[in-house]
């Protein structure tokens, strides 16, 4: 009996050592905290226009039969800047409807920003108390969902979107190929 | 000063551990003579036991030849010992002995001895130092960021003036990148493509177009694009390293193999072999006729080499150098021509077979249609080529389009230095032309 009391280490090594190697190897991303949204109606929308002397956004918005796809950014967020390239190719060439939500961002700050970077946002949103954020299972910027013709979410994005995710996700949602 | 210092506090705990461990050694006569006033002492017990009456004789007698038996066994155990070590053979003394005699010595000196192994061939002792407040030079962003503003404003100044200022809109679009924490931006795009209509082989401007590629999900047209920019570069470009460093992250970011085939790592190397040093001191050695009779052999060698091999573009850019160099401008041309085909050269080397071509035309006579098609190629890239402005005004004469003649020429005097030779002939041929 005091024999296996000494092994305990040993086994506890040996378990870890398994944990870890098993984390590293099977491409589970440990940052990953999934997203409730996926699969039910997206969260109410209802929010006033970034640029000035346009309609409020509104649930309508996200119902029109067509993909959209909803982008949480600020301009104080340095991820945004990573993403936005991607986010003016699928405008301009893909011909997404994409809708922007400046989060918790002055409109001085956020209008700006556009301006220099490109603006490729159909709509886009001004959510500077981030209620709507909460609304959504926002845990940051940027966060990207995409939304089917019906308002259904069907992907939820958390952190910047990238090459992988246009061609293995975003692209196929938009031609329908997704569900 | 540093080494040395460490170098001294090893040699000091290595002395610290060396010491008590060699000292512990005590001789074998010294340890023989403890036991056996251990075992005298409880000889004199026994004695002082059996006096007493504690002890009975029988039992007193039996003990006490047990302890003159161990006497004996440590006088045999020590001599042997000291034998051993006196004549240094291992053969008296057990294994298990010497290595525990000579373990902790040998392993406190072969820890250092080792460390110092892999520092002389590892080490590089001559490397300045790098204090933390200087790392950042290392990252060239946050020195170049310091002038974006001053580069914006100066793009911005010259565009005013001439709004298609190819270099200004590539500086422009660079600029506005730079200012946007290394993303290109769209109006940066913009202006980047602007720039590219009239300067197709401008590597900073293809530079950042990759960069734009990359950033937008295309990282394969990234990648392809700057695979070309990088074939086209002559090999000791400054952007190179830089290039290759970008191309490398970004198939990586992407998931890309990098054919092991490409070039990734060096320049664009011809396969076809280069003079060996020994062939090239064999060559000086030579009398020049035959000299130049050996280089043209090799020469030809290689021409009739890359018939067999057409698609190798930096052998082609090789042989119409040479040639060149031969004199054969007719050749050279139409080497430059085939490594054009394969990829479009750059403006240095359109320089070089512009050259060649002009090289063919008879003093007076006109440029042919060629030579004329590869000169308004280095007129679009370097519109102040001297070699450029001259024969496309020439052709343009003897076309009958006297004013661009005229307008050519007048910008290369303008150009030319005072005292240029060439001088009083460009004035003769201009007021001929002015009639």
Known sequence: MRRLLFILPLLTLALMAGFFAWSLTSGRDPASIGSVMVGRPAPKLDLPALRPGEAPLTDADLRTGKPVIVNFFASWCTPCLAEHPLFTRLREREGATIVGIAWKNKRDDALPWLKRLGDPFKLAGFDLDGKTGLDW???????????????????????????????ETILPFLKGAVK | MLEFLLALLTTATVAALLWPLLRMRLPARDRLSGELAIYRDQLAELERERAAGTLKP???????????????????????????????SAKASTPSDAVQKWLPPA?????????????????????????????????????????????????????????????????????LTLEAGGTVTQPALEALQRALRTRPDDARILYYLGLHEAQSGESKAAIARWRDLEAASP???????????????VAK?????????????QAPQSTMPTPSREQQEAMAQLAPEQR??????????????????????????????????????????????????LAPVDARILADWAEAHVRQVAPGA????????????????????????????????????????????????ALLPADAPIRGMLEERIKAASR
Do not use: C
Not at chain 2, 59 to 67: F, G, L, M, P, S
Not at chain 2, 328 to 340: H, K, L, W
Not at chain 2, 378 to 407: D, H, I, M, S, T
């Open chain 2, 58 to 88: 029988a039992e007193a007698a039996a003990a006490r030849t047990e302890i003159e038996r161990r006497m004996l066994a440590a006088g045999d155990a020590a001599t042997t010992t000291t034998k051993g070590s006196a004549t240094g």
């Open chain 1, 137 to 167: 299972g926002l845990s940051g910027v940027p966060e990207t969902y995409l939304i089917d013709g019906t308002g259904i979410v069907r992907r939820h994005y958390r952190g910047p979107i990238t090459e992988r995710d246009l061609n």
């Open chain 2, 107 to 175: 392993l406190s000196l072969f820890v250092p001895l080792l460390a110092l192994g892999l520092y002389l061939q590892t080490g590089r002792p001559g490397l300045p130092a790098a204090p933390f407040a200087d790392r950042g030079s290392e990252h060239p962003a946050p020195s170049r960021q310091l002038d974006v503003a001053g580069l914006l404003a100066e793009a911005r100044a010259r565009l005013a003036q001439d709004p298609n200022d190819a270099d200004a809109l590539a500086a422009l679009g660079e600029g």
């Open chain 2, 292 to 341: 130049q009779q050996a280089i043209r052999s090799m020469v030809e060698g290689l021409a009739a080499r890359l018939a067999d091999a057409p698609q190798d573009r930096a052998g082609w850019l090789r042989l119409a150098n040479a040639w060149k160099v031969l004199g054969e401008n007719a050749n050279a041309a139409d080497a430059y021509g085939r490594a054009d085909t």
């Open chain 2, 253 to 265: 970011a992407a998931g890309i193999e990098l054919p092991p085939s490409a070039p990734s790592t």
């Open chain 2, 235 to 249: 090999p000791d470009a400054p952007w190179l390293p830089m290039l290759r460093a970008e191309i490398a992250r």
């Open chain 2, 366 to 413: 006109v440029p042919s249609a060629q030579a004329v098609a590869v000169l308004e190629r280095l007129e679009k890239a370097e519109p102040r080529n001297a070699l450029a402005l001259f024969y496309l005004g020439v052709a343009a004469e003897a076309a009958g389009n006297k004013p661009a003649a005229l307008q050519r020429w007048k910008t290369l005097l």
